[in-house]
């Protein structure tokens, strides 16, 4: 897959990032390099293999329908970037 | 030329159970901001849910119910985007193994049957509530992670009315499987629409969606208003443009909603933190015997053993809490028949006038069967009952004490009733004297004047035949 820079700014624009061109080139690089590598399970022969979406044979972990306590609000709130009373903050969504 | 309005819906349903989907906190509706929050559904790094199995099992009932095939393996998908309703900055929802597929509801509308199928059924988490204001967006996580039911029709709908119809039959189905309480004004019921219009015969035309339906009306009106603007929009040579739009009610019409450049690119991936999910056919075959009676075989069933009439049936099963009143005041009583009456007539007259909903109705059944007992034994007449039914439904007073206090049980007294149909005779000599004249409009009035001596307790059949007796009986005849 070719990487350009229109990708860049879809990709920038998707993980709302800002890259500098600097990060650009390099970022350009690694991609290239990380889905090259990836490119090589191409070459792999997967016919008679079912799709797995996870690297472990368990199915079904399962808690029970029971309500346990939250956390307490103060404590949370304070892991947030913003708060406000009760409420989590963040920079205005709408107009 | 006319033009063919293709719709599909989508309905999210909020599951009651009592925890959330991937951790321990409470999913009821409401609390104290923030309060019902932990790392699981607030997103900190590091935290790993866990499916709650109940989840699991109501999304399968709802499935069965609707003729779905449930997969004997599903999974996890992440639906990734970037807005603060959800902490994660994905929702865990299930795109390519969805737990139900292929299902059907039979529905009635404009007098016409009408199967609509179902494309799937698939679990996911509810997002938390914005609230904005000039200083910014604030977030309350409550909602976060309350479990949620995706049913996805195929475009099989024609009109506003059997959305509508569907929606009910739908909103019943959850309400008997006890798996969604269907509140829209809390959101536990949510609908989005896709609709189109095409020419007949010709390919499927550009559709939208509209979202914020918070009633079953509003969801009909915004049909019919869609379909408008875009035959208009057509016919006038423009173009529908594929986008989203909010229906506002209070003002009729539907807004776009500004699209981002973008089209939304959600990268869906299998979400690594959760296993996939195998229901054997043992625990299926579990759930299925597990499923309560629906709502049409009540119906089918009232109709059968209890001889009432397709209206009543209908009535008396549009919503859970009714059909177990009805049941228990039937069965306690042991007059059916008398406690449909009571229950369509009565009880119903006086819901609407106090707007009460079903929900909320909590009148006791072993005083309806009570007053059942009284009205089918002819102890009471047509005022004394509707008085006793509204004092039990709007002050659970007992009725055996009501009907006592206020003196309301008929007069079978033979000697009373002669006696005051004797003195309504002797007091109206010109009324005796116009029946025997072959006027009957005078008996009448002679029964009116004996109750009204009777104070409106008397039996109108044992007054009749003391009136009639005392007029063959008297002399000028
Ligand atoms: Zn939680």
Not at chain 2, 16 to 39: A, D, L, Y
């Amino acid at each position: 897959m070719r990487i350009d820079g229109a990708l860049i700014a879809y990709l920038e624009d998707l993980s709302c990032l800002t890259l500098s061109e600097e990060e650009k080139t390099r970022l350009t690089g690694d991609l290239e390099k990380i889905l090259g590598n990836m490119a090589r399970l191409d070459g792999l022969d997967t016919e008679n293999i079912p799709e797995r979406s996870h690297p472990f044979d368990h199915v079904n972990a399962f808690r029970e329908d029971e309500v346990r306590p939250s956390l307490d609000r103060a404590l949370i709130l304070k892991n947030a970037p913003g708060s406000g009373g009760e409420m989590f903050a963040a920079p205005k969504t709408v107009q | 030329m006319t033009w063919e309005t293709v719709i599909g819906l989508e309905v999210h349903a909020e599951l009651s159970t009592k925890s959330k989907i991937f951790c321990g906190c409470s999913g009821e509706f409401g609390g104290e901001p923030n309060s019902r929050v932990c790392p699981v559904c607030a997103g900190f790094p590091g935290a790993l849910p866990k499916l709650n199995r109940a989840v699991v099992e109501y999304a399968a009932r709802v499935g069965l119910a609707l003729g779905c095939t449930v997969a004997p393996r599903c999974k996890f998908d992440r639906k990734n985007y970037f807005y603060p309703d959800l902490p994660k900055a994905y929702q865990v929802s299930q795109l390519y193994l969805p737990i139900c597929q292929g299902g059907r509801l039979e529905i009635e509308a404009d007098g016409q049957k009408k199967s609509i199928g179902i494309r799937e059924i698939h679990m996911e988490e509810d997002a938390g509530k914005l609230v904005h204001d000039a200083d910014g967006t604030f977030m309350d996580f409550n909602r976060c992670g309350v479990p949620l039911i995706e049913i996805v029709t195929l475009p099989d709908f024609r009109s506003g009315g059997e959305v509508m119809a569907f929606l009910e039959r739908l909103r019943e189905i959850l309400l008997y499987l006890g798996v969604c309480d269907c509140k829209m004004q809390e959101g536990s019921l949510r609908v989005d629409v896709n609709l189109s219009v095409c020419r007949p015969g010709e390919g499927l035309g550009v559709r939208t969606e509209m979202k914020n339906l918070n009633s079953f009306k509003a969801a009909g009106r915004a049909v019919e208003y869609e379909r408008r603007r875009q035959i208009e929009l057509l016919e006038s040579g423009g173009a529908v443009v594929q986008e989203t739009r909010r229906w506002d009610d209070d003002a009729g019409e539907s807004f776009g909603m500004r699209s981002k450049e973008n089209a939304q690119d959600y990268r869906y991936f299998p979400e690594p933190d959760l296993l996939p999910v195998e229901l054997d056919e043992a625990r299926l075959a579990g759930i299925r015997q597990s499923l309560p009676e629906l709502a049409h075989q009540k119906r089918a069933r009232y109709r059968r053993d209890y001889a009432l009439s397709e209206a009543e049936a209908a009535v008396l099963t549009g919503h859970k809490r009714i059909s177990d009143l009805f049941e228990s005041v039937a069965r306690l009583s042991g007059e059916p028949a008398e406690a449909a009456r009571l229950i369509t007539g009565e009880i119903m007259r006086l819901m609407n006038l106090t707007d009460t909903q079903p929900e909320n109705l909590s009148v006791d059944a072993g005083k309806l069967s009570a007053l059942v007992a009284f009205v089918s034994s002819g102890k009471i007449n047509r005022g004394a009952y509707k008085e006793t039914a509204e004092a039990v439904f709007l002050r659970g007073v007992d009725p055996e004490t009501y009907i006592a206090e206020k003196g309301l049980l008929m007069l079978t007294d033979g000697g009373a009733v002669a006696e005051a149909v004797k003195a309504a005779v002797e007091d109206n000599p010109d009324a005796a004297r116009d029946y025997l004249a072959g006027k009957d409009k005078a008996f009448g009035f002679l029964v009116g004047q004996a109750m009204k001596k009777l104070g409106g307790n008397g039996s109108p059949d044992m007054v009749r035949e003391h009136l009639r007796k005392c007029l063959t009986n008297t002399p000028n005849r």
